[in-house]
């Protein structure tokens, strides 16, 4: 087992299942202790937090609604006192609301944005409080963020494309302390939002250089790099984990 964040705690939001699952536990494998948020379902997130547990790291789930800015901020401050200390935050938790420019609705725009982009925003704000010099913030955008593809991404495109500039900001910010701001990007990743078998899987595969779907182990490698010693140098950035489907 690697040891790289040895000694670090991590919060990832969203992350009872999917690509957020995977993350939690790849930075577990990698030493780190791991809180996550979840919306709905308790027993995924008890499920990831005893695999975490069973690599020998601590671990808690918070039931916090990436909709409410105050529920966000909380889920920081409680990693941040139950673990002692917090290095990295993964903002992955998201709202995929598609549809028609004429169809889409002032509320379907308000969720969007409040968990797109709202919520990175004031995790991040929350984070920095007790983020020592050296932490790590990553955000999970989308690969829509740069090559719209498909028509009905009107909402979803722009907030993921929000965080581009959230990420740059931040990381020239922060930059002082060492903490490095970075987006990873994913194509299309084999998760419930969106099956690698479901009805769209032909056509979006058709758009990428490798020809299939990825695995959330592909976007949690990229922010375990990201996450740890390694990746002290890159800030600012956005790194395309998407098959070739933005080249
Ligand atoms: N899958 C892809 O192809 C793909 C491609 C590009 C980008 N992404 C991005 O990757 C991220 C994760 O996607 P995914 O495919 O892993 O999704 P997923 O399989 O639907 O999993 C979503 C996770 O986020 C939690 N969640 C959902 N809404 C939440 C909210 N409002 N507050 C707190 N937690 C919430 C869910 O918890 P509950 O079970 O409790 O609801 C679950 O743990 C998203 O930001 C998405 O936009 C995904």
Do not use: C, W
Not at 61 to 67: G, T
Not at 110 to 136: I, K, L
Not at 240 to 245: H, M, W
């Amino acid at each position: 087992m690697s040891t790289t964040l040895d000694g670090k705690v991590a919060l990832v939001t969203g992350g009872s299942r999917g690509i957020g699952a995977a993350v939690a536990l790849r930075l577990a494998r990698e030493g780190a202790d791991v809180a996550l948020t979840f919306q709905q379902n308790q027993h995924r997130a008890d499920d990831v937090v005893e695999q975490i547990k069973a690599l020998g790291r601590r671990a808690l789930a918070v039931r916090a609604d990436s909709a409410d800015p105050s529920a966000v901020a909380a889920a920081v401050d409680r990693t941040a006192d139950t673990f002692g200390r917090l290095d990295i935050l993964v903002n992955n938790a998201g709202a995929f609301l598609l549809g028609p420019l004429e169809q889409l609705t002032l509320p379907e725009f308000e969720q969007t944005m409040a968990v797109n982009v709202r919520a990175p925003f004031v995790a991040s704000q929350a984070a920095v409080r007790h983020m020592p010099d050296g932490g790590r913030i990553i955000s999970i955008g989308s690969n829509v963020a740069e090559r719209a593809v498909f028509p009905g991404f009107a909402l979803y495109s722009t907030s993921k494309t929000a965080l581009i500039g959230l990420t740059k900001a931040l990381g020239r910010e922060l930059g002082p302390r060492a903490i490095t701001v970075n987006l990873v990007n994913p194509g299309a990743t084999d998760t419930e939002l969106n099956p690698a078998d479901g009805p769209n899987a032909g056509a979006i595969v058709g758009h990428t250089a490798v020809g299939h779907f990825a695995d959330p182990a592909d976007i949690a490698g990229a922010v375990a790099f990201l996450a740890g010693p390694d990746g002290r140098y890159v800030t600012g950035a956005t790194v395309n984990v998407d098959g070739g489907f933005t080249i």
